[in-house]
């Protein structure tokens, strides 16, 4: 199994483009979470999703948009990109929600806006 | 609101006992877990409690005591490999299954 895999490792974007986060899991978990990590913060929960075709916002939504069209697959979408989008962005997947709900992560997206 | 607190740095000697300690204030609260995460890498998993108590595995354990919103985890024989951040994450209810809300993280730092 790749477990979480994303895409890209880096980008740097320009104030006002677009891009979307590419995130899979083949774990064939139900549960996928996007969040975003400032430097020396912890990670804040963007949206997340329970399976194809339910999501849900986060803390921190706002500039971001998601779709959950299969069960391996959760895109994040940023549409206008804004310099306070510099992060790093984590892709996370689980297998239940209750009980031990272990989150495993992907390695991680380092997004740069200028 | 939801509040999770736990120091910013630590500093420990290779071969000691350390513990990171952790205080939260949450609603809906499920269970606490604490992840690992090397510099540059993403978080990986370490401990889960839900009931007070303590929980041993190998070299690290972590307790839990729900009626005072505190946990720690403690790492024993700590080696060089240990140096990172650790998060300590509360799960808490959504209105669609359980979420994870992260305190900031304690950096670690083992020396010779």
């Known amino acids: 199994n790749a477990g979480v895999t994303q895409t890209p490792k880096f980008r740097i974007l320009k104030i006002g483009q677009s891009m979307t986060l590419q995130c899979a899991q083949d774990?064939?978990?139900?549960?996928m979470y996007w969040y975003r990590q400032d430097p020396g913060m912890g990670l804040k929960l963007i949206y997340y999703?329970?399976?194809?075709?339910?999501?849900d916002k986060g803390e921190v939504p706002n500039g971001y948009n998601v779709s959950r069209s299969t069960t391996e697959d959760f895109p994040l979408r940023l549409e206008l990109a804004a310099p306070s989008q510099t992060s790093v962005y984590f892709c996370?997947?689980?297998?239940?929600?209750?009980?031990?709900?272990?989150?495993?992560f992907g390695p991680g997206t380092r997004l740069t806006v200028l | 609101g939801q509040n999770i607190d736990q120091p910013t740095e630590m500093t420990a000697t290779e071969g000691a006992i350390v513990q990171i300690n952790c205080t939260y204030q949450?609603?809906?609260?499920?269970?606490l877990f604490w992840y690992q995460q090397h510099a540059g890498e993403a978080p990986t998993f370490l401990s889960y409690?839900?009931?007070?108590g303590l929980e041993e595995k190998g070299r690290f354990s972590s307790f839990l005591s729900r009626s005072k919103g505190y946990s720690y985890l403690l790492l024993k024989e700590l080696q060089m490999k240990d140096s990172a951040s650790y998060l300590c994450?509360?799960?808490?209810?959504?209105?669609?299954?359980?979420?994870?809300?992260f305190g900031a993280g304690t950096i670690l730092r083992v020396k010779s």
């Open positions: 774990m064939n978990h139900n549960y």
């Open positions: 996370a997947s689980s297998l239940v929600a209750g009980g031990l709900n272990e989150q495993f």
């Open positions: 949450t609603s809906g609260f499920n269970g």
């Open positions: 994450a509360v799960t808490l209810d959504m209105e669609y299954g359980n979420k994870l809300v």
């Open positions: 409690n839900v009931l007070d």
């Open positions: 999703s329970v399976g194809a075709g339910i999501t």
